[in-house]
């Protein structure tokens, strides 16, 4: 868990504690502290603050995708702006919650992030979408997409990864990669935020 609120962090802290299937390894209150402690400990799920103290949610998102990528990450933020939500996804992260959520949520959260699946609060989906390529688009657009290119695009926008995609379906992931690149040429989405924007659009999200 990265917080700089010494408050946000034991009130994080002690929700988990009652969670039967989640231990808290580590925590920290800034984003060069949070490197170290990630890369030391390797946790399933690291909960991470966007504004921190030395460097931004966004900037520690991206190095922690690039030097661990196996950690899933999840943003907690008071920030509702779709600028902050696409710049993380962008990072790669797995999900985003807001903290004016509902505790439970962020169990849930994590939970699914855990799973492999993408979790991205109700507020931030409808914020999202809305100016966004995808929201757009008539949602018969999936029409254009074979089953299997429509099946690797769905995980895609629930967060896992092409290695994932590729066990689950049982195919290889260069296939998945061929897949990949033809539903998202037919679509025209350029990036993995693009791909979660328009999966929500579609209503794959809505599960969660």
């Given at each position: 868990m990265v917080d700089d609120h010494p408050v946000v962090?034991?009130?994080?802290?002690?929700?988990?504690?009652?969670?039967?299937?989640?231990?808290?390894?580590?925590?920290?209150?800034?984003g060069r502290e949070a490197l170290r402690l990630i890369l030391d400990a390797a946790p399933d799920v690291a909960v991470i603050d966007i504004s921190l103290p030395d460097i931004s949610g966004i900037e520690l998102a991206g190095r922690l995708a690039e030097a661990c990528p196996a950690v899933r990450l999840l943003a907690l933020s008071v920030h509702e702006d779709r600028a902050y939500v696409q710049q993380l996804l962008q990072a790669g992260v797995r999900g985003y919650l807001l903290k004016r959520s509902a505790a439970e949520e962020l169990v849930r959260a994590i939970r699914a992030i855990s799973a492999g699946d993408m979790y991205l609060d109700p507020a931030v989906i409808s914020k999202a979408v809305s100016d966004s390529h995808a929201a757009s688009n008539a949602p018969e657009e999936a029409g254009n997409l074979s089953p299997r290119e429509q099946d690797v695009l769905r995980l895609i926008a629930r967060g896992f990864a092409n290695k994932e995609i590729a066990a689950r379906l049982q195919i290889s992931t260069k296939t998945v990669e061929t897949y990949k690149a033809r539903a998202a040429e037919k679509l025209s989405l350029r990036?993995?935020?693009?791909?979660?924007?328009?999966?929500?659009?579609?209503?794959?999200?809505?599960?969660?």
């Open positions: 962090l034991a009130g994080i802290k002690s929700l988990l504690m009652t969670v039967s299937e989640v231990a808290v390894v580590g925590e920290c209150a800034t990036t993995r935020a693009d791909i979660v924007k328009y999966g929500a659009a579609q209503g794959w999200l809505e599960t969660f």
